[in-house]
């Protein structure tokens, strides 16, 4: 049974950095697509970054280019999203994700708050 557990959300100041971490189990995750995606109230949940799984080539959305980095570890199975500059639109929920052959496999998701 795959799971993966997000954490590292918090209540952060604009203009601060945070580090999201997502553990997956049940599962190995070299060779498999992983990504980061968020959902603020109200909202879509959308796209923030991905990273494959063979080439760990990353894909930023235009709105968090330049400002995050993700990253994973094979070997630990976690996934991670460095996120700097943090605006009040960054404001959401985020979710891990991982597509395994055709499945696509969600975390319960991480709040973060981005607010003076």
């Known amino acids: 049974q795959v799971q993966l557990v997000e954490s590292g959300g918090a209540w952060m100041q604009p203009g601060g950095s945070l580090r999201l971490s997502c553990a997956a189990s049940g599962t190995i995750i070299d060779g498999y697509n992983m990504g980061w995606y968020r959902q603020a109230t109200g909202k879509q949940r959308e796209l923030v970054a991905t990273i494959t799984g063979r080439t760990n080539t990353p894909v930023y959305a235009n709105n968090v280019r330049g400002r995050v980095t993700i990253s994973r570890d094979n070997a630990k199975k976690t996934l991670s999203l460095q996120m700097n500059s943090l605006k009040p639109e960054d404001t959401a929920v985020y979710y891990c994700?991982?597509?395994?052959?055709?499945?696509?496999?969600w975390g319960q998701g991480t709040q973060v708050t981005v607010s003076s």
């Open positions: 994700n991982l597509v395994r052959n055709v499945t696509a496999y």
